[in-house]
């Protein structure tokens, strides 16, 4: 990437052009910091004016009901001492209700809360009065009588949902509890008869409790409440509040009107400024923004590990990273505005490097990246993993090919490693398996071996005898060269099965393999008492490494055997099946064994897990390796068809030649 040219001193410019600015900026904060003290000024003040008439509603209301108190306090002990109790208590009781319209009901009850007379009452009494006797104003009739004393209800809500209290006002006659004044307040009379009209015009009066239930309410204004004051509402107490709230009033429009020309004003100083501005401002902060820009590509560039390559639609190379570079050896001067030939092409493969060239500039590059051998500047070799996309600029026009690369050199080795590995792990397993299969073997081919000893010695002692007879001679070496050739198989076959050989994928037949294998494990059959059978239709030919199906086979036919060790002898048939499908040929192994438990067959082939006390563990996990390196699928699955009611079936598939 080409570096760009050094800034140009315009620091002194940017100085001048800053400072009217800043001046207008400190002018516009002094200004808005005056009219915001005005207005914290002004709320000030309207909070201590709510606070002040808060503080007169209050001492209103508690001297309105301090005055009912001492009222009916001295109408309980005149009822207590004068003769005509009942004339008494219907005029004060009537006075009462008269000049207060925030009482409901004044009740006089006996000793036993039985009503004796009631104002205003209705007729039958008591079935009226029962609407006035809530268990709050019950209390307060208890708490009263044993404390000798006027007592306040907590608040209760009567038909219609309004909210009252009452008070308990004792009557005592030779200091003997004669009977009860109950006063019965409703709060939103209250508040109607001693908040005055000014009061609701300027705030809202809401009585609630400390779970915030409102109980009463009174107001002549709407609007967008501002402050907030609340006092207790003692007496009746019970966690009452008086809640007073203020609303927003319209402001001085001449404050709004100098406010807003100040910053008309504001707004016309910087516009102005916006317009002076010469070239040299704007070329400036042109070459800053590049330069920014410049240095966070460059930032970005540095830290990938991902080599990037733009070429244009001729080829020729516009851009590399600094990845790039290190990963081929060469400057980016020595690669950009280059065409074909790259310098970094391999020379024994330019053909097709300039082939592949040429299909990712006609866009038939493979979606999912290709593979392809570069050369770095001191000549040494590397895989790389290239990923091609249009190159779109901002126009939307297609200009070139980006390419993304990635030095995949140690991965492809890793990967050449663990192959190498695997194939050495199923070398062991063969050598492994072999060597469990060993005395077997042995005793197989002592078998032949001893009978080619028999007929040898039996030749010696017919041309040990003058009259012999040829015919006898020919019949006995006919046998011997047949106990030769049994003798030849087996020792092939454990050849050929314990040669270590490179992977090697070509036409098979498949049902030779399987026969062979059957050849191959019928000595330890027997010796085990399983009898093998085989179902082998003609089959197709399949690609595959015979060597390779041989392990599967064996590996899979000998764990048949050895999981029908507990079955009875009469049971233990181990049946290898092939069937053609489509483009496939699906293989089994079914025994009739124990089975897999559910909890052991997700794990059975994973490496080096083993249900045998002395097995390795990786006998399976070979054979899935095996058959998925011939594109199948190895899986096992109940025996559900087994005279013993449980066993196992392995099946396995491999592609045709032709699929």
């Given amino acids: 990437m080409r570096s760009l040219p050094p800034p140009v001193s315009t620091r002194r410019l940017r100085w001048f052009l800053a400072l009217p ?54 109408l309980a002990q005149d009822l207590g ?21 925030d009482i409901v009901q004044i009740v006089w009850y006996d000793p036993r809360r039985r009503v004796l007379d009631a104002l205003p009452a209705a007729s039958p009494v008591d079935s009226e009065l029962e609407a006035f006797g809530p268990p709050a104003t ?23 949902n ?149 070429r244009d639609l001729t080829g020729k190379i516009i851009y590399v990273n600094p990845a790039f570079c290190r990963m081929t050896g060469f400057s980016s001067a020595e690669l950009v505005d280059r065409s074909p030939p790259m310098p970094y092409w391999v020379p024994e493969q330019l053909d097709e490097t300039m082939a592949l060239h040429r299909a990712v500039l006609a866009g038939e590059a493979p979606p999912d990246g290709f593979e392809i051998t570069f050369r770095r500047k001191d000549g040494e070799h590397f895989q790389a993993l290239i990923y091609e996309a249009p190159l779109i600029d901002g126009n939307g026009r297609h200009t070139g090919w980006m390419a993304s690369v990635l030095d995949v050199t140690e991965r492809r080795r890793a990967e050449e490693l663990a192959r190498q590995q695997q194939e050495q792990l199923q070398f062991t397993s063969r050598l492994v398996t072999m ?39 020919r019949q006995a070496l006919e046998k011997l060269g047949v106990q030769a050739q049994r003798a030849g198989r087996i020792i092939r076959r454990v050849h050929d099965f314990v040669r270590k050989s490179e992977p090697k994928r070509a036409p098979c037949n498949l049902g030779e393999i399987i026969e062979d294998c059957i050849g191959f494990v019928e000595a ?57 499908g489509a483009g496939e040929v699906i293989v089994g192994i079914a025994d009739n064994g124990g089975g897999i438990a559910p909890e052991i067959r997700d794990k059975l082939f994973t490496a080096f897990f083993t249900t045998k006390p002395e097995g390795m563990g990786v006998g399976l996990s070979i054979c899935r390796s095996i058959i998925e390196f011939h594109r199948g699928r190895l899986w096992a699955e109940d025996n559900v068809q087994s005279p013993t009611g449980s066993g196992t079936i392995f099946h396995f598939t491999l592609p045709l030649e032709s699929a």
């Fill in 81 to 101: 001492s004068q003769q005509d109790r009942k004339q008494l208590f219907r005029v004060r009781a009537g006075h009462m209700l008269k000049n207060n319209p």
């Fill in 21 to 74: 600015k800043l001046g207008v900026v400190l002018l516009l904060a002094a200004v808005v910091a005056l009219l915001w003290l005005l207005h914290q000024n002004e709320i000030e003040e309207e909070r201590t004016s709510l606070i002040k008439d808060v503080l007169w509603l209050e001492q209103n209301l508690r001297f309105h009901l301090a005055n009912n108190e001492e009222q009916f306090q001295q």
């Fill in 435 to 473: 060597g469990e299969m060993a005395s077997t073997l042995a005793h197989e081919l002592n078998q032949p071996l001893a009978a080619i000893a028999s007929y040898n010695a039996g030749c010696l002692n017919l041309l040990a005898n003058e009259n012999f007879d040829p015919g006898d001679i």
């Fill in 162 to 310: 309004a909210a009252h209290f009452a008070l308990a006002v004792p009557v005592f006659a030779e200091r003997q509890l004669a009977g009860m004044l109950v006063v019965t307040y409703s709060i939103d009379g209250l508040l109607g008869n001693l908040v005055p009209w000014w009061f609701a015009e300027k705030y809202r009066v809401v009585v609630v409790d400390d779970n915030d239930v409102q109980f009463a309410a009174k107001s002549n204004i709407e609007g967008i409440p501002s402050l907030s004051y609340e006092l207790p509402f003692e007496p009746p107490g019970y966690g009452l509040n008086f809640r007073v709230t203020s609303y927003q009033t319209p402001g001085n429009p001449l404050q709004r009107l100098l406010a807003g020309a100040i910053l008309v004003l504001a707004a016309g100083v910087f516009w102005s400024m916006w317009i002076v501005r010469d070239l040299m401002r704007k070329r400036a902060k042109a070459e800053e923004a590049l330069r920014a820009e410049h240095a966070l590509r460059s930032a970005m560039e540095d830290s990938l590990t991902v080599g990037m390559r733009a």
């Fill in 138 to 160: 019950q209390k307060a009739f208890e708490l009263a009588g044993r404390l000798n004393k006027r007592v306040y209800s907590e608040p209760f809500f009567l038909s219609g």
């Fill in 524 to 580: 330890e059959a027997r010796k085990r008492h399983v009898h093998l059978e085989t179902s082998l239709p003609a089959l197709p030919p399949v690609l595959a490494d015979r060597l390779m199906l041989e392990q599967v086979l064996l590996n899979l036919i000998r764990n048949g055997m050895e999981a029908m060790s507990g079955t009875p002898e009469n049971r233990r048939v181990l049946r290898v099946s092939a069937t053609p």
